[in-house]
């Protein structure tokens, strides 16, 4: 499908997209019927079930060029083309490469009965193992169902004992075959042959798991009709053939022909991970056909070092959880009751929220994963520090008051501060997403290759953040030095001092390290872990440690000092 779509970019038209379900002939006749009325000035139609589309053709107005099946019909209805490939004598060239490796008794695996074009591959592979004097079975399977497809033809394969060749009609059922194969240790010397190619059949016919595959290039059969419509729209141009034959290419393991493949741009380059599953360095230029010339460097195996970071931050999450419980337990403790247990508790949660995104730094990435790594780690440390800093504000107000008058603060109010923190982080997130890319791209440095996101406006928007929260730490700083005089149980001035410095250490050490070293896998996956180590433990460490320790090991004095004013209470 995504073909058609990809040439009619070339050519700046539009291509609708009709699809199949199940390849059930009589939506097929519908939706060929509903072309006429439709906007589209030409029709691309498979013709699998000849008896039944044939009429369709016929009585449709519009050009049309049918793909793929359908060619031993091309010259009984009204066509312009038809680009395919001779399924009988798909089989037949089948059928012989059989013959070559020694196999005597051949059966074609017919996943879609009643179909002409697989009904012609068994039937050319039919013909060509008679006439040599060996043996031939149609093994009729389900298709629609992948354990059917198993159950199916484990069953004929008991019934056919002496089977030695297998030949399946699509790419997806060469892959169930074999795997339906490894179950029996009789069934391992039966040789696999199919039609069709994506990544796992190269890979197999590579691997020497298939002995061929036969390549009837789609590509070719989405390509080829697109320009022969639009030139035949536009200027009414016609070639002087009605068939052209996209295939039968044969695949057997022949490395410079799958490097040939996975090198061109326009075929099978996405599918192809044959030739190097990892980093591919190929001649480009004029030198494009040196293909013994491509190096494959696979990629750095770092599964010991995510599975011992997550370690480390599931450990740190999971230490966060237990001190939130004994916050809890404790919470009309005075010590713990006089961090304000809701903040205390936001803060907590959001630390261990911070661990686990951070996850995100450490697995293999994908475009989501790039996604989510931009908005996790930044909101969950401005819930943190706004969580602390709303508290402080609380504390400042209550004492600040010289009138000793009541302050009725409450826990709404604190959490407007918050939220209008998290507001912020949003809106420049968002727009950081809106106007970029998030992406994942292959890199290789020296020996090591690993893929790594690629953050378009990286270092306007990542600047614009760190310029928000430093101006949320210079506040913290302004609370932090107003209420150096309150009682000890209430200020959070050395704990706003110690989120400071745990900032700054990654401001200033693990980011500028982080990005000198960014070609560098081990350095993607820790120095994230550790700055957000840095980043969510320091502020938890000097808030909640000495509490919970002065609460096991109380000092002589707890909250014992002289002090004319008021202990805050909040709604």
Known sequence: MSLPLKTAALFDVTVSYWETPGLDPQIMKANIEAIETSGEDLLLSTNAFPSILDPVFNNLTKPI??????????????????????????????????????????????????????????????????????????????????????????????????????????????????????????????????????????????????????????????????VLGYLNIMNLTRFGTLKMNSGPLMLVNNVDLVKKLCLNQGRLNQDCNLACDGYKECPTGDSVNQLSDCKCYPYTNVDGLRAALIAILCAFAGLAFILSLLIWIYRTHPLIKSTTVFFSMLMVYSAIAGYLSTLLWVVEPDETVCTLRVWFTPIFFTLMLSSLLAKTWRVLKIFDNQNLSSVDIKIVDLLVIVACSVIVDVIILGA??????????????????????????????????????????????????????????????????????????????CIPLYVLTYSNIYSQLVIPTMGSILLFTGPLAAIFLPRVANIFHPPDTVLSQKTTTRTPTTS
Not at 114 to 143: F, K
Not at 146 to 152: M, P
Not at 167 to 186: C, D, I, K, R
Not at 459 to 487: C, P, Q
């Open 65 to 226: 060029i049918t793909l793929n099946s359908g060619l031993e019909v091309a010259d009984q209805i009204k066509i312009l083309y038809h680009v395919g490939q001779d399924e009988s004598l798909v089989g037949g060239r089948a059928g012989q490469k059989f013959i070559d490796a020694g196999k005597k008794f051949v059966g074609c695996v017919n996943h879609e009965y009643g179909n002409d074009g697989t009904a012609l591959r068994c039937s050319g592979l039919n013909q060509t193992m008679l006439a040599n004097g060996d043996q031939y079975v149609q093994i009729v399977v389900e298709g629609g169902n992948d354990e059917s497809f198993k159950a199916d033809l484990s069953a004929q394969l008991k019934q056919n004992p002496d089977l030695d060749g297998l030949f399946t009609l699509g790419a997806h059922f060469a892959t169930l075959t074999l795997q339906v194969l490894a179950t029996n240790p009789a069934w391992q010397s039966i040789a696999v042959g199919t039609v069709d190619v994506n990544s796992e059949v190269l890979t197999d016919v590579y691997e020497n798991k298939l002995l061929f595959a036969v390549d009837q290039q789609e590509y070719l059969q989405g390509f080829i009709p697109v």
């Open 432 to 509: 950081w997403q809106g106007t970029s890319t998030f992406s994942v791209e292959q890199k290789k440095t020296g020996s090591d290759v690993f893929d790594s996101c690629v953050f378009d406006n990286a270092n306007i928007f990542g600047s614009i953040i760190i310029a928000e929260k430093g101006l949320l730490l210079l506040y913290g700083m302004y609370l932090a030095y107003s209420t150096r005089g309150v009682l000890a149980a209430f200020k959070d001035s050395t704990n706003i001092s110690f989120s400071i410095f745990s900032f700054c250490l990654v401001l200033f050490v």
